[in-house]
């Protein structure tokens, strides 16, 4: 497990890295600066807070900022964003200062390296207000044991998924110097790496200092008069894609619960389950950052025989035979929409389901989504690749891995 953290997060750099150092054609005479951005933040648990005495703890953050620039209306992607920055960083949560209410729970210091992307919605000569998300992967050693550690069932894993959105209101102090003011609502989970998944939620506020390497004064920006990105693809295009990833069963811990006396209960008799997509999109792309299109999907999963063997314990006879079944395929069609920044896109997709056999519970009712990361590296095309969640509900399935062709 810490070769597969340790060989994720280089890969995550590494593809970070080679994003910043690139510009886009038509800016290249002023493609902008890079900076060191350091703060602090106050946070506090959001979510299942009757579990805790005591809520609160600190973060500190390190990040590594590229601030785009280029000249007003060159049509690029810094201009389509209203000069954004781009940047990497890490954050180190006191995480252990929460305290549970049980003697059988507790959390450990955590540290996340992340991806993040700050856009001004309206930036004037002294001021910029606007909005950050990040993404990244988060590291800890207070998961859940069942022995040791049980009323930790927020994760249970070491290595656990990271996501973060909010708000900033900067004072351009100097061409070099930003002070910056903000609030963010945060997120962790196992996504279903492993089980239990309850996740955690929490959010706070804090300030920040970002120091520019040169004295570069960013560009005024409203998002209502950003240029469009010109001389880009336009029109439709196909892509297929196949992807993978593990799941950790809910109803399958539930049953073991129920039958495997507490001190032989292990997650580790929880097996991972491996699970597999197989997809067609047709995209159609407005020559700028937005592509909106329609999907179709397969899905494999592996675990149907187990599911089956967990709803007979955890329900009737009667229920199970009266449930629609057990299929390891099921089939989906839905909308997808992509946003672009040079060659990597968010990708959101909301589906239905045509066919799925599940079970009880494991019918989760007919929608599904998937939200994630794409790019399409120039040294591969037409192949891409992507990270995605596959979700109910909005709660996580299994974290999918896949490849692509742009056909």
């Given at each position: 497990m810490a070769r597969l953290f340790r060989n994720t997060i280089l890969t995550l750099v590494c593809i970070a890295v080679q994003g910043l150092s690139c510009h886009d054609a038509t800016a290249q005479s002023n493609p902008g600066t890079w900076a060191l951005k350091i703060g602090g933040d106050r946070m506090t648990i959001g979510s299942f807070r009757d579990s805790y005495t005591s809520l609160g703890f600190n973060a500190f953050s390190l990040e590594l900022d590229f601030a785009t620039g280029g000249k007003t209306g060159d049509g690029s992607f810094a201009s389509g964003y209203g000069y954004p920055i781009l940047g990497v960083g890490l954050t180190y949560n006191t995480l252990s200062d929460v305290k549970f209410r049980s003697k059988n729970g507790h959390y450990s210091d955590m540290i996340t390296a992340y991806g993040t992307i700050s856009r001004d919605l309206l930036r004037t000569k002294r001021l910029g207000f606007g909005y950050n998300i990040q993404l990244g992967l988060s590291y800890s050693s207070g998961y859940y044991d069942a022995q040791t550690n049980?009323?930790?069932?927020?994760?249970?894993?070491?290595?656990?998924?990271?996501?973060?959105?909010?708000?900033?209101?900067?004072?351009?102090?100097?061409?070099?110097?930003?002070?910056?003011?903000?609030?963010?609502?945060?997120?962790?989970?196992?996504?279903?790496?492993?089980?239990?998944?309850?996740?955690?939620?929490?959010?706070?506020?804090?300030?920040?200092?970002?120091?520019?390497?040169?004295?570069?004064?960013p560009p005024r920006a409203n998002v209502f008069k950003t240029q469009a990105v010109r001389n880009l693809e336009k029109g439709w295009s196909y892509e297929i894609y196949a992807g993978g990833g593990v799941h950790a069963c809910a109803a399958e811990w539930r049953a073991l619960v129920k039958t495997v006396p507490r001190d032989e209960l292990s997650t580790s008799l929880l097996r991972k389950w491996p699970m597999a997509s197989l997809s067609f999109d047709a995209i159609y792309r407005t020559g700028g950052r937005f592509a909106l299109g329609a999907t179709v999907d397969g899905f494999w999963n592996s675990n149907t025989e187990r599911l089956e063997w967990a709803d007979r314990i955890l329900y009737s006879e009667e229920e199970v035979e009266a449930s629609k079944g057990y299929s390891p395929l099921s089939a989906g069609i839905g909308f997808v929409q992509e946003v672009f920044y040079r060659n990597a896109a968010l990708y959101v997709q909301e589906g239905i389901y045509l066919y799925r056999h599940m079970g009880i519970r494991g019918e989760h009712g007919p929608l599904y989504e998937r939200a994630g990361i794409r790019y399409y590296p120039p040294s591969l095309s037409p192949f891409f690749i992507s990270v995605c969640i596959k979700a109910h509900k909005f709660k996580a399935d299994y974290l999918d891995f896949t490849l692509g062709i742009r056909l």
């Open positions: 049980s009323a930790n069932w927020f994760f249970s894993s070491p290595v656990l998924l990271y996501a973060g959105g909010g708000g900033h209101l900067t004072w351009i102090v100097s061409p070099r110097l930003d002070l910056e003011a903000g609030i963010m609502v945060k997120h962790n989970s196992s996504a279903r790496l492993a089980y239990p998944n309850g996740g955690l939620n929490y959010w706070g506020g804090g300030l920040s200092a970002r120091y520019r390497f040169s004295s570069s004064r």
